[in-house]
């Protein structure tokens, strides 16, 4: 069902709750005759459509966004995940923050936020490198575990199915596991 159809009945549903509030009032003997209480009760009404109208489309976009990043993703991530938001990197000790497009690694006690490697790992090749995909926030926090749980893929020499074919500029299409091209 499309998107502003599920609002339109949500929407919808407020209304038909309230005019039913109304009528129980009604039923139950407090009188909805007075002017200017139903003026109150169909501006209550009105304010609860507006409200429902602006923060429920806000709310399922959102939602809707954050699903699928796949069209972030750089060509030398490995393939088969909808949504990533880090890749550690145990080769180089590093991350890389999928949405932002930026390596993040230790510099001395800091971190460092940057669009490219530092100059240590210029001649670093990120398509042979393992990738290790983490979907929680600021993974860099958590460095330490990284560091411990994800030595075994320290120059990994296994085989790791890339997004788009063998290198930068090369075929889009993927390989089925175990028949990915060797690279140099």
Not at 23 to 49: E, P, R
Request: aromatic share 14%.
């Amino acid at each position: 069902m499309p998107l502003f159809l599920s609002n339109i009945g949500i929407i919808s549903r407020i209304a038909w709750i309230l005019n039913e509030q109304i009528q129980l009032w009604h039923n139950i003997g407090i009188a909805c005759t007075d002017t200017k209480m139903i003026i109150v009760m169909k501006k209550i009404m009105l304010m609860v459509l507006i409200a429902s109208a602006i923060i429920l489309p806000a709310t399922s976009n959102a939602q809707i966004n954050i699903q699928i990043n796949l069209g972030n993703q750089p060509a030398w991530g490995p393939a088969g995940y909808q949504t990533v938001q880090y890749y550690y990197l145990p080769d180089i000790d590093s991350y890389y923050d999928v949405n932002r497009s930026q390596f993040i690694y230790l510099n001395g006690p800091n971190w460092v936020f940057t669009k490219q490697l530092p100059a240590r790992y210029r001649g670093y090749n990120l398509y042979n490198g393992y990738k290790v995909v983490i979907n929680e926030p600021r993974p860099y926090l958590y460095h330490q575990t990284h560091r411990v749980k994800y030595v075994k893929y320290k120059n990994y020499k296994g085989k790791q199915q890339v997004i788009k074919g063998k290198g930068p500029g090369k075929s889009a299409k993927h390989f089925a596991p175990g028949q990915q091209k060797k690279r140099h």
